[in-house]
């Protein structure tokens, strides 16, 4: 039987983002859902998100905010998102797994928010095919050590698909803090799920435009602390709104 599963990343406690999202893959039919890291942080709302994703995704893996968001710190925004997240969550966050790995239409498929290495290893598109080809290998942090056909990632908030030596490397992009486009960004995969035989396989790349204002409202009236460079970013889906 043909499966979807929609991947989300890197929601950073922006909630009419993630909403859009969720009721984009809702419409769509798609019932399974996996996270691949960043609930929180940047924004504002990481509580509302862990809980949702808590709701609605099958599985989670932890990104690079969620590693160090819970780790005692002097830094006033991170004390601040801590206290918005609470113990619980907090405890949550740091605890969630590197990898989901599964076969699909005979593809063996890795995901992870960053590297296979660490969450904190980050890998763009434009670095040297070398770089990237060793996102496909396994480290000791991943479920299995196997070499994967399919990586997809985190972590950059840069959708993407590149095939490489025969393997294909894709990015989800950042549903809550988009770095090329201010629109929300997922992905779909399709194929026979844990089937061993080579069959057809897709990779969808879905944008869904949200009430970006609503985001820099949602962050301003939360009180929480320099919000400006988040809200350049909901506003422009730039970097530090940079060209
Ligand atoms: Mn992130």
């Known amino acids: 039987m043909i499966t979807r599963i929609a991947l989300i ?30 609930l929180a942080g940047k924004g504002p709302d990481g509580h509302v998100a862990v809980d949702l994703v808590r709701t609605h995704c099958q599985q989670v893996v932890r990104g690079n905010w ?7 710190t002097t830094d006033t925004a991170l004390r601040w998102q801590q206290q918005r997240l609470g113990g619980e969550r907090l405890q949550y ?18 995901l992870f928010h960053a590297s296979p290495r660490s969450v904190y290893e980050r890998i763009q598109p434009w670095d040297e095919k070398e770089k990237q080809a060793t996102l496909f290998h396994g480290s000791a942090l991943c479920a299995s ?12 908030h840069n959708a993407y ?16 803090n988009p770095l090329e486009l201010p629109e929300a960004s997922y992905v779909i995969l ?8 080579p069959g057809p396989f897709t990779i969808q790349f879905i944008r869904v435009p949200y009430d970006n204002e609503q985001a820099v409202q ?8 320099y919000p400006d460079t988040y809200v350049l970013e909901i506003r422009t889906g730039k970097y530090q709104g940079k060209k």
């Open 9 to 38: 990343s890197d929601i950073h406690g922006n909630i009419p983002a993630l909403r859009a999202v969720l009721e984009d893959i809702k419409r769509r039919g798609v019932d399974t859902i996996y996270c691949l890291g960043d």
């Open 66 to 72: 969620d590693d160090f968001i819970g780790k005692d």
């Open 93 to 110: 966050l740091g605890n969630l797994p590197y990898t989901i790995e599964f076969v699909m239409s005979g593809k063996r498929i890795r």
């Open 145 to 156: 050590e196997y070499v994967a056909d399919v990586v997809g990632y985190g972590d950059i």
């Open 161 to 176: 698909i590149q095939h490489l030596d025969g393997k294909t490397l894709f990015n989800t992009g950042s549903v809550g």
């Open 190 to 197: 399709e194929g026979y799920y844990e089937s061993k035989e």
């Open 218 to 225: 949602d962050a301003i009236q939360s009180g929480m602390p």
